[in-house]
Protein backbone atom coordinates (compact mmCIF):
# COMPACT_ATOMS: atom_id res chain seq x y z
CA UNK A 1 0.00 0.00 0.00
CA UNK A 2 1.47 3.46 -1.15
CA UNK A 3 1.86 6.03 1.75
CA UNK A 4 0.79 8.76 0.07
CA UNK A 5 -1.58 8.51 -3.08
CA UNK A 6 -3.54 11.57 -5.76
CA UNK A 7 -6.16 10.51 -7.34
CA UNK A 8 -7.17 13.13 -9.62
CA UNK A 9 -5.85 15.59 -7.84
CA UNK A 10 -6.51 19.33 -9.73
CA UNK A 11 -6.01 22.73 -7.67
CA UNK A 12 -7.62 26.26 -9.21
CA UNK A 13 -7.22 29.06 -7.11
CA UNK A 14 -9.65 31.41 -7.26
CA UNK A 15 -10.08 33.62 -10.05
CA UNK A 16 -7.23 31.79 -11.82
CA UNK A 17 -8.61 30.50 -15.36
CA UNK A 18 -6.67 27.44 -15.43
CA UNK A 19 -5.64 24.86 -12.55
CA UNK A 20 -2.54 25.14 -11.02
CA UNK A 21 -2.41 21.42 -10.54
CA UNK A 22 -4.27 19.28 -12.90
CA UNK A 23 -5.38 16.18 -13.15
CA UNK A 24 -2.74 14.70 -11.34
CA UNK A 25 -2.42 10.70 -10.02
CA UNK A 26 0.47 9.30 -9.04
CA UNK A 27 1.55 7.28 -5.75
CA UNK A 28 4.12 7.93 -3.12
CA UNK A 29 5.89 4.66 -1.25
CA UNK A 30 7.49 3.90 1.38
CA UNK A 31 11.41 3.52 1.58
CA UNK A 32 11.69 5.87 -1.51
CA UNK A 33 13.06 8.84 -2.26
CA UNK A 34 11.19 11.14 -4.71
CA UNK A 35 11.64 14.57 -6.70
CA UNK A 36 9.11 16.39 -8.33
CA UNK A 37 11.28 19.00 -10.65
CA UNK A 38 9.64 21.98 -12.82
CA UNK A 39 10.19 25.54 -12.98
CA UNK A 40 9.08 28.09 -11.29
CA UNK A 41 5.32 28.44 -11.35
CA UNK A 42 4.58 24.71 -12.61
CA UNK A 43 2.19 23.96 -9.36
CA UNK A 44 5.21 22.52 -7.61
CA UNK A 45 4.16 24.41 -4.05
CA UNK A 46 0.50 23.67 -4.84
CA UNK A 47 1.19 19.85 -5.00
CA UNK A 48 3.40 20.01 -1.82
CA UNK A 49 0.82 22.25 0.38
CA UNK A 50 -1.90 19.49 -0.79
CA UNK A 51 0.32 16.60 0.10
CA UNK A 52 1.02 18.25 3.53
CA UNK A 53 -2.79 18.77 4.29
CA UNK A 54 -2.34 22.65 4.61
CA UNK A 55 -4.84 22.78 1.51
CA UNK A 56 -7.60 20.71 -0.05
CA UNK A 57 -7.78 19.73 -3.54
CA UNK A 58 -10.38 21.66 -5.64
CA UNK A 59 -11.19 17.62 -7.23
CA UNK A 60 -10.03 14.19 -6.63
CA UNK A 61 -8.44 13.11 -3.21
CA UNK A 62 -5.08 13.20 -1.37
CA UNK A 63 -4.96 9.29 0.49
CA UNK A 64 -3.18 8.93 3.29
CA UNK A 65 -3.33 4.98 2.78
CA UNK A 66 -6.34 4.41 1.91
CA UNK A 67 -8.41 7.49 3.55
CA UNK A 68 -8.87 10.43 2.09
CA UNK A 69 -7.34 13.34 4.20
CA UNK A 70 -10.16 15.60 3.49
CA UNK A 71 -11.91 13.15 6.23
CA UNK A 72 -9.10 13.29 8.55
CA UNK A 73 -8.33 15.89 11.40
CA UNK A 74 -5.40 17.62 9.82
CA UNK A 75 -3.59 19.49 12.28
CA UNK A 76 -3.24 15.83 13.81
CA UNK A 77 -2.47 14.72 10.10
CA UNK A 78 1.02 17.39 10.09
CA UNK A 79 2.22 16.36 13.59
CA UNK A 80 1.74 12.28 12.93
CA UNK A 81 1.69 11.72 9.40
CA UNK A 82 3.63 14.02 7.74
CA UNK A 83 6.77 16.55 8.24
CA UNK A 84 8.13 19.04 6.76
CA UNK A 85 11.44 20.77 5.97
CA UNK A 86 12.26 24.08 3.93
CA UNK A 87 14.71 26.04 2.00
CA UNK A 88 15.13 28.62 4.38
CA UNK A 89 14.92 26.06 7.53
CA UNK A 90 11.90 27.97 9.21
CA UNK A 91 13.22 27.15 12.80
CA UNK A 92 11.49 28.81 15.79
CA UNK A 93 14.37 32.04 16.35
CA UNK A 94 13.87 32.05 19.96
CA UNK A 95 13.61 28.59 20.79
CA UNK A 96 17.58 26.42 21.34
CA UNK A 97 18.44 23.80 19.20
CA UNK A 98 16.69 21.22 21.68
CA UNK A 99 13.39 23.06 22.48
CA UNK A 100 13.10 23.10 18.28
CA UNK A 101 13.31 19.95 18.23
CA UNK A 102 11.21 19.06 21.36
CA UNK A 103 8.60 21.29 20.04
CA UNK A 104 6.73 18.51 17.97
CA UNK A 105 6.70 15.82 20.66
CA UNK A 106 5.52 18.48 23.15
CA UNK A 107 2.32 19.22 20.57
CA UNK A 108 1.05 15.59 21.21
CA UNK A 109 1.94 16.02 24.79
CA UNK A 110 5.03 14.46 25.66
CA UNK A 111 6.65 15.87 28.57
CA UNK A 112 10.22 18.16 28.38
CA UNK A 113 11.42 14.93 30.71
CA UNK A 114 10.58 12.62 27.55
CA UNK A 115 11.06 15.04 24.69
CA UNK A 116 14.56 16.62 25.62
CA UNK A 117 16.74 12.74 25.44
CA UNK A 118 14.60 11.81 22.12
CA UNK A 119 15.81 15.34 20.64
CA UNK A 120 19.24 15.29 21.57
CA UNK A 121 19.53 11.83 20.18
CA UNK A 122 18.09 12.58 16.72
CA UNK A 123 20.44 15.64 16.86
CA UNK A 124 23.23 13.66 17.27
CA UNK A 125 21.93 11.15 14.51
CA UNK A 126 22.13 14.32 11.99
CA UNK A 127 25.93 15.51 13.63
CA UNK A 128 24.92 18.17 15.53
CA UNK A 129 27.30 18.21 18.77
CA UNK A 130 26.11 18.86 22.85
CA UNK A 131 27.00 22.18 22.79
CA UNK A 132 25.12 23.12 19.20
CA UNK A 133 22.16 21.70 20.94
CA UNK A 134 22.11 24.38 23.29
CA UNK A 135 22.28 27.39 20.55
CA UNK A 136 19.80 29.34 18.97
CA UNK A 137 19.62 28.80 15.39
CA UNK A 138 20.73 31.73 14.66
CA UNK A 139 24.16 30.98 16.17
CA UNK A 140 23.99 27.91 13.14
CA UNK A 141 25.40 27.46 9.60
CA UNK A 142 23.19 26.96 7.03
CA UNK A 143 23.96 23.34 7.32
CA UNK A 144 23.55 22.96 10.62
CA UNK A 145 19.82 24.29 10.28
CA UNK A 146 18.88 22.37 7.75
CA UNK A 147 19.66 19.60 9.92
CA UNK A 148 18.02 20.64 12.97
CA UNK A 149 15.19 20.92 10.79
CA UNK A 150 15.89 17.76 9.50
CA UNK A 151 15.92 16.58 13.36
CA UNK A 152 12.58 18.46 14.26
CA UNK A 153 10.55 16.37 11.06
CA UNK A 154 11.67 13.17 12.36
CA UNK A 155 10.40 14.04 16.26
CA UNK A 156 6.94 13.69 15.09
CA UNK A 157 7.34 10.50 14.23
CA UNK A 158 5.81 10.97 10.82
CA UNK A 159 6.91 8.55 8.14
CA UNK A 160 6.17 11.00 5.67
CA UNK A 161 9.19 13.94 4.78
CA UNK A 162 7.90 16.57 2.36
CA UNK A 163 11.33 18.48 1.75
CA UNK A 164 10.61 22.27 -0.29
CA UNK A 165 13.85 22.85 -1.93
CA UNK A 166 15.96 21.82 1.35
CA UNK A 167 19.66 22.52 -0.44
CA UNK A 168 18.61 25.88 -2.32
CA UNK A 169 20.16 27.79 0.82
CA UNK A 170 23.16 25.42 1.10
CA UNK A 171 26.68 25.27 0.02
CA UNK A 172 28.09 21.68 -1.91
CA UNK A 173 29.26 20.39 0.77
CA UNK A 174 26.08 20.76 2.89
CA UNK A 175 24.07 19.84 -0.21
CA UNK A 176 25.56 16.71 -0.77
CA UNK A 177 25.32 16.04 3.30
CA UNK A 178 21.74 16.64 3.46
CA UNK A 179 21.29 14.52 0.33
CA UNK A 180 22.54 11.77 1.86
CA UNK A 181 20.51 11.92 5.03
CA UNK A 182 17.80 12.14 3.29
CA UNK A 183 18.81 9.24 1.56
CA UNK A 184 19.32 7.34 4.28
CA UNK A 185 16.17 7.94 5.91
CA UNK A 186 14.09 6.35 2.82
CA UNK A 187 16.46 3.39 1.94
CA UNK A 188 17.30 2.52 5.65
CA UNK A 189 14.19 3.74 7.38
CA UNK A 190 11.52 3.45 5.20
CA UNK A 191 10.76 6.78 5.01
CA UNK A 192 8.52 7.84 1.82
CA UNK A 193 10.63 11.41 1.27
CA UNK A 194 9.40 13.61 -1.37
CA UNK A 195 11.57 16.30 -2.54
CA UNK A 196 10.08 19.46 -4.75
CA UNK A 197 13.29 21.26 -6.17
CA UNK A 198 14.35 22.65 -9.44
CA UNK A 199 17.87 21.41 -9.27
CA UNK A 200 18.58 18.53 -11.27
CA UNK A 201 21.72 17.76 -9.75
CA UNK A 202 19.76 16.87 -6.40
CA UNK A 203 17.06 15.03 -8.46
CA UNK A 204 19.45 12.84 -9.59
CA UNK A 205 19.92 11.42 -6.36
CA UNK A 206 16.10 10.48 -6.12
CA UNK A 207 15.33 6.97 -6.62
CA UNK A 208 12.25 8.27 -8.58
CA UNK A 209 12.05 11.55 -10.77
CA UNK A 210 8.88 13.30 -11.66
CA UNK A 211 8.62 16.42 -13.49
CA UNK A 212 5.40 18.97 -13.27
CA UNK A 213 4.96 21.64 -16.23
CA UNK A 214 1.75 23.84 -15.88
CA UNK A 215 0.57 21.86 -13.46
CA UNK A 216 0.93 18.34 -14.74
CA UNK A 217 2.91 15.50 -13.76
CA UNK A 218 5.17 13.07 -15.03
CA UNK A 219 7.33 10.37 -14.09
CA UNK A 220 10.60 11.00 -15.56
CA UNK A 221 12.49 8.46 -13.85
CA UNK B 1 2.69 24.23 26.42
CA UNK B 2 1.37 27.51 25.19
CA UNK B 3 2.50 28.80 28.53
CA UNK B 4 6.07 27.36 28.54
CA UNK B 5 6.12 28.76 24.80
CA UNK B 6 5.14 31.96 26.23
CA UNK B 7 7.35 31.97 28.88
CA UNK B 8 10.68 31.31 26.70
CA UNK B 9 9.28 33.98 24.32
CA UNK B 10 8.93 36.86 26.55
CA UNK B 11 12.88 36.97 28.20
CA UNK B 12 14.06 35.50 24.71
CA UNK B 13 13.00 39.04 22.96
CA UNK B 14 13.53 41.32 25.16
CA UNK B 15 13.63 44.65 23.52
CA UNK B 16 10.56 43.70 22.13
CA UNK B 17 8.95 42.52 25.31
CA UNK B 18 10.44 45.74 27.46
CA UNK B 19 9.01 47.88 24.52
CA UNK B 20 5.25 46.10 24.63
CA UNK B 21 5.49 46.52 28.54
CA UNK B 22 7.01 50.30 28.64
CA UNK B 23 4.63 51.56 25.94
CA UNK B 24 1.72 50.10 27.67
CA UNK B 25 3.17 51.55 30.94
CA UNK B 26 3.79 54.87 29.68
CA UNK B 27 0.09 55.45 28.14
CA UNK B 28 -1.66 54.47 31.12
CA UNK B 29 0.90 56.24 33.24
CA UNK B 30 -0.08 59.27 31.39
CA UNK B 31 -3.31 58.83 30.23
CA UNK B 32 -3.90 58.59 34.61
CA UNK B 33 -2.04 61.36 35.32
CA UNK B 34 -4.72 63.81 32.59
CA UNK B 35 -7.42 62.01 34.19
CA UNK B 36 -5.82 63.25 37.64
CA UNK B 37 -5.23 66.31 36.55
CA UNK B 38 -9.03 66.81 34.90
CA UNK B 39 -10.68 65.40 37.86
CA UNK B 40 -8.90 67.44 40.45
CA UNK B 41 -9.46 70.59 38.00
CA UNK B 42 -13.10 69.47 38.76
CA UNK B 43 -12.18 69.42 42.30
CA UNK B 44 -10.74 72.56 42.69
CA UNK B 45 -13.18 74.41 40.90
CA UNK B 46 -15.84 73.27 43.03
CA UNK B 47 -13.87 73.91 45.95
CA UNK B 48 -13.06 77.40 44.57
CA UNK B 49 -17.00 78.15 44.10
CA UNK B 50 -17.88 76.85 47.50
CA UNK B 51 -15.49 78.84 49.23
CA UNK B 52 -14.98 82.18 47.29
CA UNK B 53 -16.52 84.95 49.05
CA UNK B 54 -18.89 87.25 47.10
CA UNK B 55 -20.17 90.52 47.94
CA UNK B 56 -23.03 92.70 46.32
CA UNK B 57 -24.00 96.13 47.22
CA UNK B 58 -26.32 98.66 46.56
CA UNK B 59 -26.08 101.37 43.58
CA UNK B 60 -28.10 103.60 42.02
CA UNK B 61 -29.03 102.73 38.45
CA UNK B 62 -26.97 105.39 36.92
CA UNK B 63 -23.91 103.96 38.88
CA UNK B 64 -23.48 106.12 41.67
CA UNK B 65 -22.46 104.87 45.21
CA UNK B 66 -26.48 104.53 46.67
CA UNK B 67 -25.89 106.61 50.43
CA UNK B 68 -28.99 105.23 51.59
CA UNK B 69 -30.34 101.96 50.72
CA UNK B 70 -34.33 102.09 52.03
CA UNK B 71 -35.77 98.79 54.30
CA UNK B 72 -37.93 98.11 51.41
CA UNK B 73 -35.62 97.53 49.13
CA UNK B 74 -33.18 95.13 51.38
CA UNK B 75 -36.39 93.04 51.86
CA UNK B 76 -36.75 92.42 48.30
CA UNK B 77 -33.31 91.83 47.69
CA UNK B 78 -33.87 89.02 50.67
CA UNK B 79 -37.03 87.45 49.10
CA UNK B 80 -34.78 87.04 45.88
CA UNK B 81 -33.19 84.66 47.87
CA UNK B 82 -29.72 84.81 46.19
CA UNK B 83 -27.80 86.12 49.69
CA UNK B 84 -26.64 83.89 51.94
CA UNK B 85 -26.03 86.78 54.83
CA UNK B 86 -26.23 90.11 54.80
CA UNK B 87 -24.73 92.87 57.08
CA UNK B 88 -26.84 96.22 57.20
CA UNK B 89 -26.71 99.27 59.57
CA UNK B 90 -28.71 102.66 59.72
CA UNK B 91 -29.17 105.19 62.10
CA UNK B 92 -31.49 107.95 63.15
CA UNK B 93 -31.88 110.66 65.83
CA UNK B 94 -34.06 109.85 68.65
CA UNK B 95 -34.46 111.48 71.80
CA UNK B 96 -34.46 109.57 74.91
CA UNK B 97 -37.74 111.08 76.73
CA UNK B 98 -38.49 110.65 80.71
CA UNK B 99 -40.86 113.32 81.93
CA UNK B 100 -38.31 115.83 83.17
CA UNK B 101 -35.61 114.64 80.53
CA UNK B 102 -34.73 114.64 77.17
CA UNK B 103 -31.36 113.51 75.27
CA UNK B 104 -30.37 113.95 71.68
CA UNK B 105 -29.04 110.58 70.68
CA UNK B 106 -28.56 108.71 67.85
CA UNK B 107 -30.19 105.05 67.15
CA UNK B 108 -28.45 102.48 65.29
CA UNK B 109 -29.83 99.28 63.75
CA UNK B 110 -27.11 96.59 62.66
CA UNK B 111 -27.50 92.69 61.87
CA UNK B 112 -23.86 92.12 63.44
CA UNK B 113 -22.42 93.53 66.34
CA UNK B 114 -18.93 92.35 65.05
CA UNK B 115 -19.06 93.41 62.16
CA UNK B 116 -20.60 97.08 63.03
CA UNK B 117 -17.26 97.17 65.88
CA UNK B 118 -17.74 100.98 67.07
CA UNK B 119 -19.71 99.31 70.26
CA UNK B 120 -16.89 98.34 72.24
CA UNK B 121 -16.92 96.03 75.83
CA UNK B 122 -20.61 94.59 75.35
CA UNK B 123 -22.21 93.10 78.17
CA UNK B 124 -25.14 91.15 77.35
CA UNK B 125 -28.17 89.82 79.63
CA UNK B 126 -28.59 86.46 80.53
CA UNK B 127 -30.31 84.54 77.24
CA UNK B 128 -28.62 87.31 74.94
CA UNK B 129 -25.67 87.69 72.62
CA UNK B 130 -24.62 89.35 69.61
CA UNK B 131 -27.05 87.17 67.42
CA UNK B 132 -29.75 89.53 68.87
CA UNK B 133 -29.23 91.98 66.27
CA UNK B 134 -30.01 89.86 63.30
CA UNK B 135 -31.65 87.19 64.96
CA UNK B 136 -34.13 88.53 67.74
CA UNK B 137 -38.26 89.92 66.76
CA UNK B 138 -38.05 91.60 69.73
CA UNK B 139 -37.58 95.39 70.37
CA UNK B 140 -34.28 95.42 72.52
CA UNK B 141 -31.44 97.36 72.63
CA UNK B 142 -27.93 97.89 74.11
CA UNK B 143 -26.94 101.21 75.72
CA UNK B 144 -24.05 102.77 77.56
CA UNK B 145 -23.21 102.03 80.85
CA UNK B 146 -23.22 105.49 81.65
CA UNK B 147 -26.55 106.16 80.61
CA UNK B 148 -27.99 103.71 83.09
CA UNK B 149 -25.64 105.41 85.23
CA UNK B 150 -26.67 108.62 85.15
CA UNK B 151 -30.64 107.78 84.62
CA UNK B 152 -30.80 105.29 87.61
CA UNK B 153 -32.21 102.22 84.97
CA UNK B 154 -30.75 98.58 84.72
CA UNK B 155 -30.35 95.52 82.66
CA UNK B 156 -34.56 94.33 82.00
CA UNK B 157 -35.90 97.97 82.29
CA UNK B 158 -37.41 99.72 79.25
CA UNK B 159 -36.54 103.31 77.63
CA UNK B 160 -38.97 105.63 75.57
CA UNK B 161 -37.15 106.33 72.74
CA UNK B 162 -39.14 108.96 70.71
CA UNK B 163 -39.13 111.34 67.57
CA UNK B 164 -40.39 114.04 69.13
CA UNK B 165 -38.40 116.49 71.50
CA UNK B 166 -40.16 117.87 74.63
CA UNK B 167 -39.34 121.07 72.92
CA UNK B 168 -40.24 120.45 69.69
CA UNK B 169 -43.91 121.92 68.61
CA UNK B 170 -45.76 118.63 67.49
CA UNK B 171 -46.97 119.18 63.54
CA UNK B 172 -48.56 117.72 61.11
CA UNK B 173 -45.13 115.99 59.58
CA UNK B 174 -44.73 113.72 63.01
CA UNK B 175 -46.49 110.42 63.08
CA UNK B 176 -48.78 109.74 66.44
CA UNK B 177 -45.67 106.85 66.72
CA UNK B 178 -43.32 109.89 66.69
CA UNK B 179 -44.93 111.24 69.49
CA UNK B 180 -46.10 108.66 71.32
CA UNK B 181 -42.45 107.19 70.77
CA UNK B 182 -41.36 103.27 70.96
CA UNK B 183 -40.24 101.17 74.22
CA UNK B 184 -36.79 98.96 73.89
CA UNK B 185 -35.93 96.61 76.63
CA UNK B 186 -32.42 97.17 77.81
CA UNK B 187 -30.64 93.52 77.25
CA UNK B 188 -26.83 95.20 77.35
CA UNK B 189 -24.36 97.40 77.80
CA UNK B 190 -21.19 98.84 75.97
CA UNK B 191 -18.28 100.63 77.59
CA UNK B 192 -18.01 103.01 74.50
CA UNK B 193 -17.70 103.88 71.36
CA UNK B 194 -20.93 105.41 70.76
CA UNK B 195 -22.28 108.44 72.41
CA UNK B 196 -24.18 107.83 76.07
CA UNK B 197 -27.49 108.49 75.07
CA UNK B 198 -26.96 105.71 71.68
CA UNK B 199 -28.55 102.95 71.25
CA UNK B 200 -27.95 100.36 69.09
CA UNK B 201 -30.72 97.99 68.61
CA UNK B 202 -31.58 94.79 65.80
CA UNK B 203 -31.75 95.85 62.18
CA UNK B 204 -35.44 94.93 61.82
CA UNK B 205 -35.89 98.00 63.99
CA UNK B 206 -35.24 100.29 61.60
CA UNK B 207 -38.72 100.10 60.08
CA UNK B 208 -40.23 100.79 63.31
CA UNK B 209 -37.58 103.87 63.09
CA UNK B 210 -39.46 104.42 59.51
CA UNK B 211 -42.85 105.23 61.28
CA UNK B 212 -41.01 106.37 64.24
CA UNK B 213 -39.12 109.19 63.53
CA UNK B 214 -39.50 112.60 61.52
CA UNK B 215 -40.46 111.76 58.16
CA UNK B 216 -37.96 114.44 56.36
CA UNK B 217 -35.16 112.91 57.71
CA UNK B 218 -33.41 110.28 55.04
CA UNK B 219 -31.61 108.41 58.16
CA UNK B 220 -34.89 108.22 59.84
CA UNK B 221 -36.91 107.34 57.21
CA UNK B 222 -36.24 103.83 57.32
CA UNK B 223 -32.55 103.46 55.03
CA UNK B 224 -29.97 101.69 55.81
CA UNK B 225 -26.78 103.34 55.19
CA UNK B 226 -24.59 100.02 54.54
CA UNK B 227 -25.63 96.93 53.28
CA UNK B 228 -23.81 93.88 51.84
CA UNK B 229 -24.85 90.81 50.67
CA UNK B 230 -22.89 87.85 50.70
CA UNK B 231 -23.73 85.92 47.60
CA UNK B 232 -24.68 82.12 47.67
CA UNK B 233 -21.90 79.79 46.74
CA UNK B 234 -24.19 77.38 45.05
CA UNK B 235 -25.48 80.38 42.57
CA UNK B 236 -22.52 81.33 41.62
CA UNK B 237 -22.19 78.90 38.93
CA UNK B 238 -25.46 80.87 37.54
CA UNK B 239 -24.44 84.55 36.89
CA UNK B 240 -28.18 85.25 36.13
CA UNK B 241 -29.21 83.51 39.44
CA UNK B 242 -27.41 85.99 41.34
CA UNK B 243 -27.13 88.73 38.82
CA UNK B 244 -30.28 89.21 37.12
CA UNK B 245 -32.74 87.53 39.60
CA UNK B 246 -32.26 90.50 42.20
CA UNK B 247 -31.57 92.97 39.63
CA UNK B 248 -34.79 91.90 38.07
CA UNK B 249 -36.56 92.10 41.68
CA UNK B 250 -35.39 95.46 42.38
CA UNK B 251 -36.48 96.97 38.59
CA UNK B 252 -40.15 95.15 39.14
CA UNK B 253 -40.82 97.17 42.49
CA UNK B 254 -43.25 99.40 42.63
CA UNK B 255 -41.60 101.55 45.35
CA UNK B 256 -39.96 103.97 43.31
CA UNK B 257 -37.14 104.46 45.87
CA UNK B 258 -36.83 101.09 45.44
CA UNK B 259 -36.76 100.40 41.77
CA UNK B 260 -34.42 103.06 41.12
CA UNK B 261 -31.36 100.88 42.84
CA UNK B 262 -29.39 98.33 41.14
CA UNK B 263 -27.41 95.39 43.00
CA UNK B 264 -23.42 95.58 41.91
CA UNK B 265 -21.68 92.23 42.35
CA UNK B 266 -18.29 92.42 43.03
CA UNK B 267 -17.52 88.77 41.82
CA UNK B 268 -13.97 90.07 39.76
CA UNK B 269 -12.48 87.02 41.28
CA UNK B 270 -15.36 84.53 39.78
CA UNK B 271 -15.35 85.91 36.55
CA UNK B 272 -11.73 86.32 36.18
CA UNK B 273 -10.20 83.33 37.63
CA UNK B 274 -13.18 80.48 38.69
CA UNK B 275 -15.03 80.91 35.53
CA UNK B 276 -12.01 80.57 32.58
CA UNK B 277 -10.87 77.35 34.80
CA UNK B 278 -14.05 76.06 34.80
CA UNK B 279 -14.37 76.81 30.84
CA UNK B 280 -10.63 74.95 31.11
CA UNK B 281 -11.45 72.12 32.89
CA UNK B 282 -14.55 71.81 30.73
CA UNK B 283 -13.00 71.45 27.75
CA UNK B 284 -10.68 68.96 29.01
CA UNK B 285 -13.56 66.60 30.40
CA UNK B 286 -14.53 67.01 26.53
CA UNK B 287 -11.32 66.11 25.50
CA UNK B 288 -10.93 62.88 28.06
CA UNK B 289 -13.69 60.25 26.64
CA UNK B 290 -11.25 61.04 22.88
CA UNK B 291 -7.96 61.04 24.42
CA UNK B 292 -8.85 57.56 25.97
CA UNK B 293 -10.29 56.30 23.10
CA UNK B 294 -6.74 57.41 20.83
CA UNK B 295 -4.23 55.91 23.94
CA UNK B 296 -6.55 52.75 23.73
CA UNK B 297 -6.30 52.51 19.94
CA UNK B 298 -2.31 52.92 19.80
CA UNK B 299 -2.21 50.66 23.02
CA UNK B 300 -4.20 47.82 20.94
CA UNK B 301 -2.82 48.35 17.42
CA UNK B 302 0.73 48.11 18.67
CA UNK B 303 0.30 44.63 20.13
CA UNK B 304 -2.11 43.90 17.21
CA UNK B 305 1.18 44.55 14.74
CA UNK B 306 3.83 42.79 17.22
CA UNK B 307 1.88 39.97 16.20
CA UNK B 308 1.07 40.29 12.36
CA UNK B 309 4.84 40.26 12.21
CA UNK B 310 4.93 37.18 14.41
CA UNK B 311 3.06 35.14 11.16
CA UNK B 312 6.12 33.42 9.71
CA UNK B 313 6.09 32.34 13.25
CA UNK B 314 2.66 31.55 13.28
CA UNK B 315 3.18 29.45 9.61
CA UNK B 316 5.67 27.14 11.32
CA UNK B 317 3.44 26.33 14.11
CA UNK B 318 0.52 25.54 11.49
CA UNK B 319 2.83 23.53 9.74
CA UNK B 320 3.98 21.48 12.29
CA UNK B 321 0.56 20.97 13.25
CA UNK B 322 0.09 23.37 15.95
CA UNK B 323 -4.21 24.01 15.91
CA UNK B 324 -5.89 27.35 14.98
CA UNK B 325 -6.74 27.82 18.50
CA UNK B 326 -3.14 27.18 20.16
CA UNK B 327 -1.49 29.16 17.60
CA UNK B 328 -3.73 32.41 18.26
CA UNK B 329 -3.73 31.68 22.25
CA UNK B 330 -0.26 31.44 21.84
CA UNK B 331 0.08 34.77 19.71
CA UNK B 332 -2.83 36.75 22.18
CA UNK B 333 -1.52 35.39 25.47
CA UNK B 334 2.21 36.91 25.02
CA UNK B 335 1.21 40.05 24.16
CA UNK B 336 -1.85 40.27 26.50
CA UNK B 337 0.77 39.48 29.23
CA UNK B 338 3.26 41.91 28.26
CA UNK B 339 0.03 44.71 28.41
CA UNK B 340 -1.62 43.84 31.60
CA UNK B 341 2.11 43.96 33.38
CA UNK B 342 2.54 46.99 31.81
CA UNK B 343 -0.24 48.49 32.83
CA UNK B 344 -0.16 47.24 36.22
CA UNK B 345 3.51 49.29 36.26
CA UNK B 346 2.22 52.48 34.81
CA UNK B 347 -0.53 52.41 37.54
CA UNK B 348 1.75 51.32 40.01
CA UNK B 349 4.52 53.90 39.20
CA UNK B 350 1.91 57.12 38.66
CA UNK B 351 0.07 56.13 42.22
CA UNK B 352 4.17 55.99 43.37
CA UNK B 353 5.63 59.46 41.39
CA UNK B 354 2.21 61.57 43.51
CA UNK B 355 3.20 59.48 46.83
CA UNK B 356 0.49 57.15 47.19
CA UNK B 357 -0.85 60.09 48.16
CA UNK B 358 -4.32 62.03 48.32
CA UNK B 359 -3.63 63.66 44.54
CA UNK B 360 -4.31 60.26 42.57
CA UNK B 361 -6.06 57.98 45.21
CA UNK B 362 -9.59 59.44 44.90
CA UNK B 363 -9.17 58.93 40.89
CA UNK B 364 -7.32 55.68 40.84
CA UNK B 365 -11.15 53.62 40.74
CA UNK B 366 -11.51 55.73 36.95
CA UNK B 367 -7.84 55.08 35.60
CA UNK B 368 -8.02 51.36 36.44
CA UNK B 369 -10.96 51.31 34.74
CA UNK B 370 -9.34 53.09 32.03
CA UNK B 371 -6.52 50.35 32.46
CA UNK B 372 -9.43 47.91 31.70
CA UNK B 373 -10.79 49.32 28.63
CA UNK B 374 -7.29 49.60 27.60
CA UNK B 375 -6.44 45.96 28.00
CA UNK B 376 -10.11 44.84 26.64
CA UNK B 377 -9.37 46.72 23.48
CA UNK B 378 -5.41 44.98 23.33
CA UNK B 379 -6.91 41.27 23.93
CA UNK B 380 -9.67 42.04 21.32
CA UNK B 381 -6.93 43.34 18.80
CA UNK B 382 -4.07 40.54 19.57
CA UNK B 383 -7.12 38.15 18.90
CA UNK B 384 -8.41 39.52 15.91
CA UNK B 385 -4.69 39.92 14.41
CA UNK B 386 -3.99 36.46 15.41
CA UNK B 387 -7.07 35.08 14.04
CA UNK B 388 -5.90 37.11 10.62
CA UNK B 389 -2.42 35.16 10.97
CA UNK B 390 -3.29 31.70 11.21
CA UNK B 391 -5.97 32.14 8.76
CA UNK B 392 -2.83 32.90 6.13
CA UNK B 393 -1.61 29.92 3.84
CA UNK B 394 1.70 28.82 6.08
CA UNK B 395 3.50 27.82 2.60
CA UNK B 396 2.92 31.33 1.12
CA UNK B 397 5.22 32.56 3.73
CA UNK B 398 7.45 30.20 4.59
CA UNK B 399 8.41 29.65 1.19
CA UNK B 400 11.33 31.42 -0.52
CA UNK B 401 10.28 33.25 -3.64
CA UNK B 402 12.43 33.17 -6.55
Known amino acids: MAALTLENVTYTYRNSPRPAVADVSCEFEAGTLYAVIGPSGSGKSTLLSMLAGLDLPTSGDVLLGTEPIRSLDLDRYRRESVSMIFQAFQLFPLLTVTENVCYPMELVGKKPGEAVPRAKELLSEVGITEEEMRRFPANLSGGQQQRVAIARALASGAKIMLADEPTGNLDVENTVLVMEILKRLASEQGYCVIVVTHDSEVADAADVVFRMTDGRLTRVR | ?402
Not at chain 2, 1 to 11: A, G
Not at chain 2, 27 to 48: C, E, P
Not at chain 2, 179 to 194: K, P, Q
Request: hydrophobic share 45%.
Open chain 2, 1 to 402: MIFRYVRRHIPRAPVRSLLSLLLAAALIASLGQFVSVVRSNRALVGRMYDTVDVYASVINRSGAVSAAVPYAAIETLLEADFASSYYAESRGPLYWVTPSHEEVSTIYNFTDAEEFGRMTGVVYADGYDGSMFLESDEKVCVVSERALEETGLSLGDTIHISGASLGIRLDSRTSQAAREGVEFTIVGTFGGGLGTYDVATPFWTMKVARYTFYAGSYEGSGKARTVEFRIRNELLRDPAAYRDAPNEALYSSVDSDVNGLALRVLDSEVTNVIVPLDRNTNLLEMLLPMICAVVTVIGAAIPGLVIIQSAKEAAIMRVLGTPRGRVRAALTLEQTLLCAVGLAAGVAALAAAHGFGGEIMPYLAEILLCAAIYLAAAVAACFACSVSVSARKPLELLQTRE
